[in-house]
């Protein structure tokens, strides 16, 4: 059996893009390598081959090295079950990014409050209301900061207790809301309403428009010192980023606690924080203490029942 590369190329591009993948350099990566394969004559894909493409211009930096090699990595496993005698399979790992990860803030509930608090402090005072809902929806939701700034009032629906969220490359998804969390909003709106029209942004700035983010992240690093949280070795200074983080760990957390599946909790989570692949959700379950201390609970209660 014959296998057309680019054929199949073309087809393992349309049947990700299918899946909701949003694929961002594969077209391009995918034809510069076969366009290397037709150079040197090439009819198949090998190991060899994929790593010469992804290490070939000096001075790339590992990490995209890396993801030069996913790219075909991928291909190469669509085009071997189709013909093994048409590509190897290639191992995973062969280069590392090398891409170091510092461990991200984990905030308890009793420091996003404090947070909270302290934002009514801030000058003028619809800043503070703006920087005290932007904290608080952050850790009621795990979105990410530049989806909130982007908010209007028109995306949220309190009869449907929902957040109508535009995501990376303009995915949309709908959030439901606890509601505290509608309340919450609708008593913001009550505020808002006094600098800013019914319609438009939902945060806004202490002039009424928009919340500007470069903004809201210095005015959350100085509530940050106010509040002197503390920060161990090795992780970074608290962000509004890690908002999103705690939100991951807590809910997994949760899970445990009830004894739910957690596999298809962590599927719910990634439909939840906006990701198309589970496994990109996986970089926000950085481990604490907290959720090793559940889950060394959990196995212990499952070791004791089985006995």
Not at 160 to 182: A, D, F, M, Q, Y
Not at 249 to 269: C, F, P, Y
């Amino acid at each position: 059996m014959s296998v057309d590369l680019r054929a199949a190329a073309s087809d393992y591009l349309r049947d990700r893009r299918a899946r909701g993948y949003v694929l961002a350099d594969e077209d391009w990566l995918l034809g510069r390598f076969l366009d290397d394969l037709d150079e040197r004559g090439q009819t198949t894909i090998t190991v060899a081959a994929a790593l010469t493409f992804a290490t070939q211009r000096a001075g790339a930096t590992a990490g995209w090295q890396a993801r030069k090699l996913r790219a075909v990595r991928g291909l190469a496993a669509h085009v071997y079950a189709l013909d093994p005698n048409a590509a190897q399979l290639i191992p995973a790992g062969l280069i590392a990014s090398k891409t170091p990860r510092r461990i991200p803030y984990l905030y308890s509930q009793e420091q996003i409050v404090a947070l909270m608090d302290a934002a009514r402090a801030l000058s003028p005072r619809m800043l503070g209301e703006s920087m005290r809902t932007l904290i608080g929806l952050l850790a009621a939701t795990g979105m990410r900061s530049g989806e909130a700034a982007a908010l209007d009032v028109e995306d949220f629906d309190p009869d449907r207790r929902l957040l109508r969220v535009s995501g990376k490359n303009r995915r949309l998804r709908e959030l439901p809301l606890h509601p505290t969390t509608v309340q919450a909003l609708l008593d913001y709106l009550q505020i808002r309403a006094q600098l800013a029209p019914r319609t438009g942004p939902l945060l806004i700035g202490a002039k009424g428009g928009r919340l500007n983010l470069n903004s809201a992240r210095a005015a959350f690093r100085a509530l940050v010192n106010d509040c002197r949280l503390p920060v161990a070795p090795g992780c970074r200074a608290p962000r509004l980023h890690d908002a999103r983080h705690s939100f991951a760990v807590n809910t997994l957390i949760d899970a445990h606690r009830q004894g739910v599946d957690v596999d298809a909790q962590i599927a719910t989570l990634a439909n939840y924080l906006g990701h198309v692949d589970p496994a990109h959700t996986y970089w926000y379950l950085t481990a604490s203490p907290q959720l090793m201390q559940t889950v060394r609970e959990r196995m212990t209660a499952w070791q004791e029942a089985v006995q």
